[in-house]
């Protein structure tokens, strides 16, 4: 079983696996509900894609640290029921999770999914704490065009204030994979999200890192020939250049798909994605060092063929 999965990842290619291609049905198969309480279907919004759900540790006591979750799909496809299995990854380290559904291309274009963004991290704040949430240690995390969201999200402070928000209470971005510096646009769907932008270098990440934006975790996969790893490299080069703090982790072995498909329970062990996600967690809203470090499996444990 867990073998046929991780082949139909390999094959299933990004846009297919972020539309709800079968084998994330597959992997949210093999996830057991025991360990988190569920809690969906909130609306932080009027529109139908305005909605979210909120995964909580069973066993968590006090206000844990929450994750904010945004899948990927080219601002085009995704939808949050598909991501469970992210919610078990995280929330079995104790973390809230929330994911959100947000708008998307053609319906809307730039910033609207940010705006959305922004309102459900405001919504986060006001409302985690019945969930064992602690609202002022927010981390927003994102895959692919979602990890795009999450970084304009941490770097800049307005949709999140827009939206009524507290935007210090975001304490850390957690991106895999992301685009973060796509200037001059290089395909047809970059251009139709983005190009009516009046201000282009504004829907850019890496030109709003500041010396006093939240910490960053960039992981991406070496493999990765849809968002290409220089993404990650040069907005952690950027966060460098001004002081800032940033933990940059490369694996030779990983690919698009495969650098989130290992949070799945029965993949974790295949890259220690998970444990730098729980790291960088546990740091806390500290001063850490920058670092960088990049991880080689071996042939029997890497999901190299996990590519787009």
Not at 7 to 29: F, H, K, M, T, V
Not at 75 to 88: I, L
Not at 164 to 192: C, K, M, N, W
Not at 198 to 207: E, F, S
Request: aromatic share 10%.
């Amino acid at each position: 079983m867990c073998k046929s999965v991780l082949l139909r990842l390999a094959a299933c290619g990004l846009s297919a696996l972020l539309a709800g291609c079968s084998p994330l049905a597959a992997l949210n198969a093999t996830i057991p509900d025991q360990g988190f309480m569920a809690s969906r279907n909130h609306a932080y919004g009027e529109h139908p894609r305005q909605q979210l759900d909120v995964y909580s540790p069973r066993d968590e006591a006090g206000r844990a640290p929450v994750v904010v979750f945004f899948y990927g799909g080219a601002w085009q496809r995704g939808k949050r029921a598909n991501y469970k299995f992210v919610a078990e990854a995280l929330s079995s380290r104790g973390f809230v999770v929330v994911i959100p559904d947000y708008r998307l291309y053609p319906e809307v274009t730039f910033p609207s999914f940010l705006e959305d963004g922004g309102a459900a991290v405001a919504w986060t704040q006001r409302n985690i704490a019945g969930h064992g949430g602690d609202p002022r240690r927010i981390y927003v995390m994102g895959h692919s065009a979602g990890a795009y969201n999450a970084a304009m999200l941490a770097l800049d402070p307005r949709y999140i204030a827009a939206a009524g928000g507290r935007h210090e209470d975001v304490i850390g971005f957690i991106g895999l994979a992301g685009p973060y510096d796509f200037l001059p646009f290089t395909s047809a769907t970059l251009e139709q999200v983005f190009g009516a932008a009046p201000d282009l270098p504004a829907t850019q990440p890496v030109n709003f890192v500041a010396l006093d934006s939240p910490g960053a975790l960039l992981l991406y996969g070496e493999q990765d020939t849809t968002v290409l790893p220089e993404h990650s490299r040069r907005l952690a080069q950027r966060i460098r250049a001004v002081g800032g703090r940033v933990v940059e982790v490369g694996y030779a072995d990983l690919g698009h798909v495969s650098i989130v498909g290992v949070l799945a329970k029965p993949y974790q062990g295949r890259a220690p994605v998970l444990e730098e996600i729980t790291r960088f967690i546990a740091a806390g809203d500290t001063r850490f060092a920058c670092s960088f470090h990049r991880y080689q499996l071996s042939d029997d444990r890497a999901m190299g063929s996990a590519r787009p």
